[in-house]
């Protein structure tokens, strides 16, 4: 049988609220601004070559480590459950293995790698497409 898409339960938040600051162009400059700040607090002369681009690098970094951090898990699915057709249950268990992982530590920013396994046991006749377990982990 054809496989129609069911509703997602709630609406997915927006992208990227995690690590704003405050939002925009005037967020970026603020945030690079810092940066550059941190940059010659630890001794560093930001105005070198070398460090010319840094600033906007560490932001895309934080803006990206942190993205996740506002995501719910009905917002990372959308649309993407469906119906089977078949409403009897067949104790199959879905598994996407060797998802890669990425955040950052709430503490201290710091960088955190991992792999995960993600699985479900369909019921009701209702499926998950396979991409979006990965955006659940």
Do not use: N
């Not at 069911?6 to 967020?27: E, I, K, L, N, R």
């Not at 810092?34 to 001794?43: E, K, P, S, T």
């Not at 932001?59 to 699915?77: M, Q």
Request: aromatic share 6%; charged share 15%.
């Amino acid at each position: 049988p054809a496989m129609s898409p069911v509703p997602a339960p709630t609406s997915p938040p927006s992208a990227g609220t995690a690590f704003t600051g405050g939002g925009g162009a005037g967020g970026d400059a603020a945030a690079e601004e810092a940066v550059r700040r941190l940059l010659a607090g630890v001794g560093e002369d930001p105005t070198r070559e070398g460090l010319l681009d840094t600033p906007a690098r560490v932001v895309r970094a934080l803006r990206f480590g942190s993205s996740g951090y506002g995501a719910t898990p009905a917002g990372a699915v959308g649309g993407a459950v469906f119906d089977d057709g078949v409403r009897a249950p067949v104790g199959g268990m879905v598994v996407v293995g060797h998802v890669d992982v990425f955040a950052l530590a709430a503490a201290d920013a710091r960088p955190l790698f991992g792999r995960c396994h993600v699985a479900y046991v369909p019921v009701g006749g209702r499926v998950l497409g396979l991409s979006k377990l990965a955006r659940v982990a």
